[in-house]
């Protein structure tokens, strides 16, 4: 079986989508989900990478 998304990349972007996100990974790990099935999942309850405005200004910096 194919490993899903590590729980460390991504933030849910609420407790009631993370507890959402939680069941769908234990229910993949149960072999009653199949990957692709997740993949949804991490795309609906999990958000992109969130940046500040000075972590924006610094990355900016960078360049």
């Known amino acids: 079986m194919e490993a899903a998304l590590p729980a460390e990349a991504k933030k849910a972007a609420s407790p009631l989508l993370a507890a959402l996100h939680d069941i769908a990974t ?6 009653f989900m199949d990957l692709k099935t997740l993949r949804k999942y991490d795309a609906l309850c999990l958000a992109d990478e969130v940046c500040e405005a000075e972590d924006i200004v610094t990355r900016r910096s960078q360049l």
Do not use: I, N, R, S
């Open 26 to 31: 234990d229910m993949h790990k149960a072999g």
